[in-house]
C-alpha cells in the first residue's frame, strides 16, 4: 500500500517538472547610450515587444540616475528579459519628469530609438527600430540626439 501511494505521488509531481524544464529562456540586454551632453537626471526608456502602443505607452519603463556619465556614454544592463522582440525609445530626462520637454513641438532634451533609425518628422515605426532578443546575453548601442542646442 505505501509503494503506490509512494509511486501515486512521483507520478503526480513529474508534470510540474516537465514544465519547469521548458520555462521561457531568459537574457540580459545590455545597452550602451551614447552622444549625452551631461550627467544631470535621468536616463529613462520604454520598452515595446510589439507595436501596440509604440512608443507612447511602453508595455515596461526603466529610467537610471546619469551619475556614471563617462565621456557621454552610459551603459545599463536589463536582467531577466523574455526572449523575443523588442523596440526601445529613449529619453535622456535632464529635469527627472518623466516627460519629453518640448517648445513649439520641438524636444528640448535628448532622445533616441533602437537600431538608430533616422528621424523626421514623426517618431520611426516599431519595425523599424525593432530587434531580437535571441541569446543569453545581447549588447546594443542607441545614439542620443538633441534637436535643440544646449547642455
Known amino acids: 500500500?505505501?509503494?503506490t501511494i509512494?509511486?501515486?505521488m512521483i507520478l503526480c509531481c513529474l508534470p510540474m517538472l516537465v514544465v519547469q524544464a521548458q520555462s521561457t529562456?531568459?537574457?540580459t540586454l545590455e545597452i550602451t547610450f551614447t552622444g549625452i551632453r551631461n550627467d544631470i537626471g535621468l536616463i529613462a526608456i520604454g520598452i515595446n515587444s510589439s507595436p501596440d502602443g509604440w512608443p507612447r505607452n511602453p508595455q515596461?519603463?526603466?529610467n537610471w540616475k546619469?551619475?556614471?556619465?563617462?565621456?557621454?556614454v552610459f551603459t545599463a544592463k536589463i536582467e531577466s528579459m523574455n526572449?523575443?522582440?523588442?523596440?526601445?525609445?529613449v529619453l535622456d530626462d535632464?529635469?527627472?519628469n518623466l516627460e519629453m520637454d518640448m517648445v513649439l513641438g520641438i524636444p528640448k532634451e535628448g532622445y533616441g530609438f533602437s537600431n538608430n533609425p533616422s528621424v523626421g518628422i514623426s517618431t520611426p515605426k516599431f519595425n523599424v527600430c525593432a530587434f531580437i532578443l535571441d541569446k543569453p546575453?545581447?549588447?546594443?548601442?542607441?545614439?542620443l540626439r538633441y534637436t535643440l542646442k544646449g547642455r
Open 1 to 3: 500500500m505505501r509503494k
Open 6 to 8: 509512494f509511486f501515486a
Open 25 to 27: 529562456p531568459k537574457a
Open 60 to 62: 515596461m519603463e526603466l
Open 66 to 72: 546619469k551619475t556614471s556619465v563617462v565621456d557621454g
Open 83 to 89: 526572449y523575443g522582440t523588442y523596440a526601445i525609445s
Open 94 to 96: 535632464q529635469n527627472s
Open 137 to 143: 546575453f545581447v549588447k546594443i548601442s542607441i545614439d
